[in-house]
């Protein structure tokens, strides 16, 4: 039996108790507040009728949470509990989970609470679920805290431990995480001049749970301090079936999403109050064993590190980040710290994020009224940029454009909003930022690379084939500018190059077609091209752990300068739609397969071959996909795979024929939810990198999906046939989604 609560506790010491077990911690109340469902005001009210604050307000509540917040060492149930555990605990509970729902529900109703929970009541139901499935829905959230509140106002005997915040960690056997294991994410303000004060840890605190919002990612993570301007937050790693290896693929999702938050708060740490210079924000990404990595992120995050760079990492979280195709940039080297305990540990920093392709935007900058693209906020944009004498500057705050132009030396920022412009389809401005931040940091390989992709884009648009060239050459300048610097080059600056030169290649290709009689270029100027673009793909190849993007785009084109050698007649007519009749693609392709190590040289394509080759195929798909958070990206990435397994199979399936048309469903879904964002696409629908309207990228990957659904099917037709089945009609093995669209629209 437990032991007799003290019949002498007052009504106000039982209402303490009860607020206290639903709110331990600050982060707790921060947790709550933040979801938009979620009223603080009862709670208020409770505490105001009970005399625990002198106004009824909710600074004045945040207050008394704040004066009596637990320790995190007061959150932390045993080891070995689970939560049926927990709720069939004599010593706890004392009573059947269905009384307890009663008792529970009784209290909802004297204090008003019924709104937390659909129907004013918690159920035995939900307690069920709650002892074999992860708490990541706001019910059962609140149900937790209801039952937190029961445990304060009932069991308060049971001590500071048992509240909202230790009722969360208590274990779930059947969680698809690695709780001992994972990437831990830490934040320290340190002080350059100016005190750190709670003020600033509190807009840090919450800015991590609004990433974690934003993001979509659990909303299970806690925040833990381990010193008074320092916490951090734990991303376990997923389990991997049969397996007890740590082994750095198995970070793959931790990782991405340490480095997803970081993104977002290097973001939003430039658009704050705080950002002046005075206060230094660190950022440590630790990857390993949870029990070991104290000592090495309090090192990582205080060490003065060249430059005071933001985000820093040790040896092997870089090689998870490595493994698992993860595009950000490292310091060309190491710094060597030394820790307290006499250890030497190499620390690396991230020198910039790949943003454009794959990191998520910031919602503050994406919704900023001189970003978009109505004709008032284009006029006053270009005002600001181009003519700010005649600016009309509103009397309070300060727009995201004003922010930026007053502190130009945040290259992030510049960039974030660069690329929200580009998406946007507003190039031109895009450049005016850039030019900006390229003029403080000239060797920024990020902004320049999206420099060069932009003036790429701008090529692939012009009205004229001269204008076309014009602008490629401004985008080969830059590309030229990038490769003089003295910084290490990386797969994705390569294949923009190469993109860029594929562009310029079909640029001319398409006015050859289209200009028969002008002799000025030849079959032969397109041949070169496409080689010189095949170069720059073989670079980044060679330079990336894992070269996924490179593959893809050398199978496409040097599939494509193979089919243009067989079939000439493709420069002479124009509306001809581009097939391979000779089966060129599948050749090219299992000599590439071989050069990249998927496919024995000399083995015959038996049916074990053909699978082995199609699931590292849909590895590589699988990593690519892990990778990319860019929504703007992810409809492409689609299309990319049902390109990848279309084209390039040995053979098409009824099986891989059902994945293809899935995966062109899903590609035109994701894209539809873009438009009233007012957002482009990165699309390689025409055998190039450019930004498209949704409305455009929608109708050419139908186009694609009609095509195959005229050839093999539709979903309902191949359901019911043998997955193994071949479907090799002359029809089916000649069309090639990578070529279809070219001079779908004029170049």
Same mark, same amino acid.
């Given at each position: 039996m437990h032991k007799k609560a003290d019949l002498n506790i007052t009504q106000k010491e039982k209402i303490k108790n009860a607020l206290l077990a639903v709110f331990p911690t600050t982060d707790a109340y921060l947790s709550f507040v933040e979801n938009?469902?979620?009223?603080?005001?009862?709670?208020?009210?409770?505490?105001?009728?009970?005399?625990?604050?002198?106004?009824?307000?909710?600074?004045?509540?945040?207050?008394?949470?704040?004066?009596?917040?637990?320790? /995190?060492?007061?959150?932390?149930?045993?080891?070995?509990?689970?939560?049926?555990?927990?709720?069939?605990?004599?010593?706890?509970?004392?009573?059947?989970?269905?009384?307890?729902?009663i008792s529970i529900n009784r209290l909802i109703k004297e204090y008003d609470l019924g709104e937390l929970v659909p129907s004013g009541k918690v159920s035995n139901a939900m307690f069920s679920r709650l002892g074999h499935e992860s708490i990541n829905t706001n019910i059962k959230r609140n149900t937790v805290r209801l039952l937190s509140f029961w445990l304060g106002y009932h069991r308060p005997e049971l001590g500071l431990a048992w509240n909202y915040e230790s009722l969360l960690r208590i274990r779930r056997p059947e969680q698809n995480v690695c709780p001992t294991e994972g990437v831990r994410i830490g934040f320290c303000l340190s002080s350059r001049g100016a005190l750190v004060g709670d003020k600033a840890m509190k807009w840090l605190k919450r800015m991590v749970h609004i990433c974690v919002n934003e993001l979509g990612l659990s909303k299970d993570l806690r925040i833990c301090p381990f010193h008074t301007t320092c916490f951090y937050v734990d991303l376990p790693r997923e389990k991997v079936k049969g397996s007890n290896l740590q082994h750095p693929a198995f970070f793959s999702q931790s990782a991405r999403n340490s480095i997803a938050i970081a993104h977002q708060i290097s973001v939003k740490w430039a658009l704050s109050e705080f950002s002046s210079g005075r206060i230094l924000l660190t950022i440590g990404i630790i990857a390993g064993t949870f029990s070991a990595m104290e000592g090495y992120m309090q090192s990582i995050l205080h060490e003065k590190l060249p430059q005071d760079p933001m985000i820093r990492m040790t040896d092997y979280t870089r090689l998870c980040i490595l493994v698992n195709d993860i595009r950000i940039i490292f310091s060309e080297k190491p710094y060597e710290i030394t820790m307290s305990n006499g250890e030497s540990i190499?620390?690396?920093?991230?020198?910039?994020?790949?943003?454009?392709?794959?990191?998520?935007?910031?919602?503050?900058?994406?919704?900023?009224?001189?970003?978009?693209?109505?004709?008032?906020?284009?006029?006053?944009?270009?005002?600001?940029?181009?003519? /700010?004498?005649?600016?009309?500057?509103?009397? !309070?705050?300060?727009?995201?454009?004003?922010?930026?132009?007053?502190?130009?030396?945040?290259?992030?920022?510049?960039?974030?909003?660069?690329?929200?412009?580009?998406?946007?389809?507003?190039?031109?401005?895009?450049?005016?930022?850039?030019?900006?931040?390229?003029?403080?940091?000239?060797?920024?390989?990020?902004?320049?690379?999206?420099?060069?992709?932009?003036?790429?884009?701008?090529?692939?648009?012009?009205?004229?084939?001269?204008?076309?060239?014009?602008?490629?050459?401004?985008?080969?300048?830059?590309?030229?500018?990038?490769?003089?610097?003295?910084?290490?080059?990386?797969?994705?600056?390569?294949?923009?190059?190469?993109?860029?030169?594929?562009?310029?290649?079909?640029?001319?290709?398409?006015?050859?077609?289209?200009?028969?009689?002008?002799?000025?270029?030849?079959?032969?100027?397109?041949?070169?091209?496409?080689?010189?673009?095949?170069?720059?793909?073989?670079?980044?190849?060679?330079?990336?752990?894992?070269?996924?993007?490179?593959?893809?785009?050398?199978?496409?084109?040097?599939?494509?300068?193979?089919?243009?050698?067989?079939?000439?007649?493709?420069?002479?007519?124009?509306?001809?739609?581009?097939?391979?009749?000779?089966?060129?693609?599948?050749?090219?392709?299992?000599?590439?397969?071989?050069?990249?190590?998927?496919?024995?040289?000399?083995?015959?394509?038996? !049916?074990?071959?053909?699978?082995?080759?199609?699931?590292?195929?849909?590895?590589?798909?699988?990593?690519?996909?892990?990778?990319?958070?860019?929504?703007?990206?992810? /409809?492409?990435?689609?299309l990319a795979f049902a390109i990848l397994l279309w084209d390039f199979s040995p053979a098409i399936t009824v099986g891989l024929a059902e994945q293809v048309i899935k995966w062109l469903y899903e590609s035109i879904q994701l894209a539809g939810d873009l438009i009233q964002d007012d957002l482009g696409i990165y699309s390689i629908a025409r055998l190039m990198g450019t930004v498209d309207a949704p409305e455009q990228f929608i109708v050419s990957v139908q186009k694609t999906l009609d095509l195959i659904e005229e050839s093999v099917g539709t979903l309902s037709d191949l359901k019911n046939r043998d997955k193994n089945e071949l479907l090799e009609y002359p029809k089916v093995k000649e069309l090639k989604i990578f070529s279809i669209h070219i001079g779908d629209r004029q170049l």
């Open positions: 938009e469902t979620n009223s603080i005001e009862q709670f208020v009210q409770i505490a105001a009728a009970n005399d625990l604050i002198k106004d009824k307000s909710e600074k004045a509540f945040e207050a008394f949470l704040q004066d009596n917040s637990r320790q /995190p060492e007061d959150c932390v149930p045993p080891e070995d509990l689970t939560f049926t555990g927990f709720l069939k605990n004599k010593h706890a509970i004392n009573m059947s989970t269905r009384a307890l729902t190499n620390t690396w920093w991230l020198a910039g994020f790949w943003s454009t392709l794959y990191w998520e935007f910031d919602f503050t900058i994406m919704k900023d009224e001189l970003l978009r693209t109505d004709p008032v906020s284009t006029m006053k944009r270009r005002q600001l940029i181009q003519t /700010p004498h005649a600016y009309e500057k509103k009397a !309070k705050g300060q727009n995201l454009l004003e922010k930026f132009f007053n502190t130009p030396q945040n290259s992030q920022l510049g960039i974030e909003i660069a690329k929200v412009l580009f998406f946007r389809r507003c190039f031109w401005d895009a450049i005016d930022i850039l030019k900006v931040t390229l003029s403080i940091d000239h060797a920024n390989l990020n902004a320049r690379t999206l420099k060069l992709m932009i003036f790429c884009q701008l090529g692939v648009e012009a009205s004229s084939y001269n204008a076309s060239c014009k602008l490629f050459y401004r985008a080969e300048e830059e590309a030229n500018f990038i490769e003089s610097m003295s910084v290490a080059m990386d797969e994705d600056f390569y294949c923009e190059h190469g993109i860029l030169l594929l562009g310029k290649a079909m640029k001319t290709f398409e006015h050859i077609r289209r200009n028969k009689d002008e002799n000025r270029y030849a079959n032969d100027d397109v041949f070169n091209l496409l080689n010189k673009a095949i170069k720059k793909f073989q670079e980044g190849l060679s330079i990336s752990p894992t070269g996924h993007r490179s593959i893809y785009w050398l199978l496409c084109v040097c599939s494509f300068k193979r089919m243009l050698e067989q079939s000439p007649e493709y420069f002479e007519k124009p509306h001809k739609r581009i097939l391979d009749h000779t089966g060129v693609t599948r050749k090219t392709a299992k000599e590439l397969f071989i050069s990249f190590g998927w496919l024995e040289d000399g083995a015959p394509y038996t !049916k074990k071959h053909y699978h082995s080759l199609l699931q590292k195929a849909l590895n590589a798909a699988s990593a690519y996909d892990q990778a990319t958070m860019l929504r703007t990206y992810r /409809p492409n990435i689609k």
